[in-house]
């Protein structure tokens, strides 16, 4: 059942490829001529990238680089930190992280747009008249697709599978009609056709691979979306029915070509996946993958929300508003600035490129980019953790990077025809995190430096301050010192709460903490408390619902009635001496201001909540 529904989430994006990948190597930016060698040497391409990208890096040996079941460039970066400690090159490998973190914003902006517009376009080929209705139509279902998000996908996810399974046994089925009747295209399974390809057209053969790699982008929702259904679950339903379909589509593709008179041939492949079936099922299969691209891109679009609060949790990117769409599944997430700042990129590359053969042309460098990526971190993964022999790690790394390489300089080719978009959006979003995580952490540094000791505190608060009944809560973002909520609450009110509880979430370097491991408590006397409450990266910070669990180790149970929560909001001035260019400290503080408040964030009641300004120096 976890295999079933894979198919239904997970593969969506891998799953519509044969629609315009196959298209896009003879008649795209780079045509080639559709004839018999060219063909064949196309299909082993997709063939040998498929099995040694998908098949074997992805699958066979990423997804055993699980993070307590997690999977992902930011989840892969925790295990690896956190299994090697602190190295001279450990801050390269988290920029590396983060950066393919960037890039798959770039890759959920322009997913959408390519799948369904692609889909879309299969109308021209049932009545080319229908032409100017294709942008119209696609705008249209993008429109509705992002209106929906708010609903979650709990209740439309139960059907995704099942049109999956009969989208990927449709295809799959028209391509061995089609391998029927010209067999011989199941010779390009012989990788020497390949080999081929490049020694007699050479360098058109390297730009061919800008559009071969569309074949396998989505490689990475299967290691990302791996806590979703596990490592099992996710190769039986691979290499059991997803890629069997999807490679004897792409040879049916082949063998209908090869069928063909030359001048037959070169109409044919402007469009051959919808031509692969008769006339009278191909509205129907229009109709299907249109179906199929619209999972597709909701699959990245709920990707892009996981990422957003993975990236969240470790502290990339500033508080957003997060809301459960599922009581039972607390994965099943909607963040409303992502959603909506996806909308207006996704509609404006539609309304800009107009066609997914000019998408095509921005679609690739960004998924290579997090594959080469990867690969860095597959290195580190074999050599540093895994200890693999060096005889045995040397030749995989190097085929990877040769492999992953070659697709990456393919498609930088394409840079000038639309290529730079998701590497704008991979930069900025890029420069986003990194300024955020380097001025939280100025920020810690600052308030650790002038903070007062909690010892001293407690004993001159004894007799400075009236005790009043009720617990207070001081949200503090150090283990150490004393929050400055509670510095100028003593200040300007001059009372201390009976029980007084400085509180610090902690966000742990893996997907989940269990309950025995949440909290941490020291009793500092005279009713103060200093507490560390512990989530894993991929668990809600919900502290209301933790305060429940606590029995006697706060000196009793908290009532939410008699509990007031303090928070600190500060306002940044630039220092003499500034921790980071003042551009970025200037971007940091616009992230500060508008980030979601910590009553939100974790999920404080909204009529127990104080806030107390203060300005700090970064």
Not at 13 to 35: M, N
Not at 182 to 209: C, Q, S, T
Request: glycine letters at 8%; a neutral charge.
């Amino acid at each position: 059942m976890l295999a079933f529904g894979a198919i239904g989430i997970v593969f969506g994006d891998i799953g519509t490829s044969p629609i315009y990948a196959f298209r896009e190597t003879f008649a795209g930016h780079h045509p080639l001529t559709p004839d018999r060698e060219h063909i064949f040497g196309v299909v082993s391409l997709i063939f040998w990238s498929m099995t040694l990208v998908v098949g074997v890096q992805y699958v066979s040996i990423l997804m055993r680089a699980d993070n307590k079941g997690q999977g992902g460039s930011l989840a892969l970066v925790a295990l690896i930190s956190r299994s090697i400690g602190r190295t001279s090159y450990g801050w390269l490998l988290i920029l590396l992280g983060v950066f393919a973190t960037a890039l798959f914003y770039g890759d959920s902006m322009i997913t959408p747009a390519i799948s369904v517009l692609s889909a879309v376009e299969g109308l021209t080929v049932v009545n080319p008249g229908l032409q100017p209705l294709v942008l119209p139509i696609a705008v249209g279902l993008l429109v509705f697709l992002f209106f929906i998000q708010s609903r979650g996908t709990a209740k439309i996810g139960t059907l995704f599978a099942p049109i999956m399974v009969l989208y990927f046994a449709t295809i799959a089925v028209l391509g061995v009609y089609q391998i029927v009747f010209n067999p011989e295209i199941l010779l390009a399974l012989n990788p020497w056709y390949a080999v081929r390809f490049f020694i007699n057209d050479g360098w058109f053969a390297f730009l061919a691979l800008g559009s071969v790699v569309l074949a396998v982008t989505g490689a990475e929702a299967l290691y990302s979306d791996m806590g979703h259904f596990g490592r099992g679950p996710l190769r039986l339903s691979w290499f059991a029915f997803v890629m069997p379909a999807l490679l004897i589509n792409y040879f049916g593709q082949g063998a209908m070509i090869i069928g063909m008179s030359p001048e037959v041939a070169a109409e044919t492949i402007k469009n051959p996946f919808f031509l692969l079936a008769p006339d009278v099922l191909r509205l129907p299969l229009v109709l299907l993958a249109t179906c199929a691209t619209f999972i597709a891109s909701q699959a990245v679009i709920s990707g892009a929300f996981s990422i957003t609060h993975q990236a969240i949790q470790l502290g990339y990117i500033p508080r957003l508003s997060i809301k459960h769409t599922s009581a039972s599944e607390s994965g099943q997430i909607y963040i409303p600035l992502i959603n909506w700042v996806l909308m207006v990129a996704v509609l404006l590359l539609v309304l800009t490129f107009q066609s997914s053969s000019n998408l095509a042309a921005a679609y690739g460098i960004a998924v290579t980019g997090a594959m080469l990526i990867d690969t860095c971190l597959m290195a580190v993964l074999l050599i540093a953790m895994w200890k693999w022999k060096l005889w045995m790690a040397v030749p995989v790394i190097v085929t990877f990077v040769v492999v992953d390489g070659a697709y990456f300089l393919a498609n930088a080719t394409k840079i000038p025809d639309g290529g730079w978009f998701p590497l704008v959006i991979g930069a900025f979003t890029f420069t986003l995190l990194t300024t955020w995580a380097r001025g939280r952490k100025l920020m810690r540094e600052t308030m650790i430096e002038s903070a007062l000791p909690i010892e001293v505190f407690v004993k001159s608060a004894q007799g400075s301050a009236t005790r009043v009944k009720g617990t207070a809560i001081f949200m503090a973002s150090a283990t150490t010192g004393v929050p400055t909520a509670l510095l100028h609450n003593m200040k300007h009110n001059k009372v201390i709460h009976e029980r007084v509880v400085i509180l610090t979430v902690q966000i742990m370097e893996v997907p989940y903490v269990t309950d025995a491991n949440r909290f941490q408590v020291e009793d500092l006397g005279h009713g103060f408390y200093r507490m560390v409450l512990r989530y894993g990266f991929m668990q809600s910070t919900d502290v209301p619902a933790a305060l429940k669990d606590v029995k006697e180790l706060c000196g009793g149970k908290f009532e939410m009635l008699q509990t007031s929560f303090f928070l600190s909001r500060q306002t940044l001035l630039t220092a003499e001496r500034p921790g980071m260019p003042v551009w970025r400290e200037k971007i940091f503080a616009w992230m500060l201001r508008n980030s979601a408040s910590p009553m939100e964030f974790f999920n404080l009641p909204s009529n127990r909540v104080v806030e107390l300004g203060s300005q700090l120096e970064i």
